[in-house]
């Protein structure tokens, strides 16, 4: 088959034209545009809305994001302030508490009392036995 | 307003893709939501209803793709009786139904724009994507496989 032959081509007959115009006919009438435009602009609407709630929720991924750091950053300050007031505490009772051999140093007479009547008898006899 | 400017003529290409009614409506719809979206890419130095056609047709195809689990039946029932008056027998409506349902979906969409919704073949081109001379081919090829289905109903 040439171009010629295509362009030479015969239009179909006119009751097989017609009938397919009936078959393919849109709704008459302005309701029906009315509430298909309606529908359409509806179809929109959502769009719209849901481009928005996109949008939103993007801001509301990168405000997740800068509170998660946000609270990161606080624990790991928080956690710093507190071992830093530690080691402070711990020099500060270092200089301030009584060393090992202050607080061993305890009076002889609060010892024999430690010792009890039992002790005070055996070192007794043992004295005026010499 | 630009919905009710291009509503019918959009209808008119949706309708020639996917051959139902409703599907129609849901391509028209589906199409104006893409458009809505795409606005910001539209070239203002071109005209906004053959821009407008090519997104219809685009939708209409993926919907008719959607709906490839028709039957073929179906399609010939949707065809032939979706306007058919339940009151009258019209042999030909009904034969000429199934003879374009049988029509590949191409040829059928360039037969239905030219012959019935009256699209020039450029403008046929431009809407389904395809060259000029593609259109002008499908369109006799359609046109002389639908004239050898009803063949016998012409002789009768």
């Known amino acids: 088959m040439n171009d010629n032959e295509i362009k030479l081509d015969e239009p179909l ?36 809305a849901g481009r928005w709630w996109m949008v939103v929720g993007s801001w509301a991924r990168s405000g997740m994001l800068a509170a998660a750091a946000i609270i990161v950053a606080s624990l790991v300050s928080a956690l710093l302030v507190h071992a830093h007031n530690q ?31 039992d002790s005070r008898d055996a070192t007794f006899r043992e004295v005026i036995s010499h | 307003m630009l919905v009710q400017l291009h509503a019918k003529r959009a209808y008119a290409v949706a309708r020639a893709i996917v051959t139902v009614h409703e599907d129609a409506e849901d391509a028209v719809q589906e199409a104006f939501v893409r458009a809505y979206q795409a606005l910001d890419r539209f070239n203002l130095d071109q005209a906004f209803g053959p821009w407008l056609n090519r997104i219809v047709a685009n939708a209409a195809l993926d919907l008719a793709r959607r709906r490839k689990v ?43 724009l030219h012959d019935i919704e009256g699209f020039a073949h450029s403008e046929i081109g431009k809407t389904l994507g395809i060259p000029e001379g593609t259109a002008r081919s499908d369109l006799h090829h359609a046109r002389q496989r639908l004239r050898g289905m009803l063949r016998d109903l012409r002789n009768d």
């Open chain 2, 70 to 112: 028709r039957t073929t039946d179906e399609l010939h029932e949707s065809l032939a009786g979706a306007f058919r008056d339940p009151g009258e027998a019209d042999e030909l409506k009904r034969r000429l139904g199934e003879a374009l349902a049988q029509l590949p979906e191409r040829m059928r969409s360039v037969l239905v």
């Open chain 1, 87 to 117: 080691e402070m505490r711990t020099a500060y009772e270092s200089v301030s508490q009584p060393t090992i051999t202050e607080t061993m140093s305890v009076p002889s007479a609060a010892l024999s009392e430690r010792d009890g009547p």
């Open chain 1, 13 to 48: 007959p006119d009751d097989v034209i017609i009938a397919a115009r009936d078959m393919y006919a849109p709704p008459g009438g302005d309701t029906y545009w009315s509430v298909l435009e309606s529908r359409i602009m509806a179809g929109i609407a959502d769009s719209a």
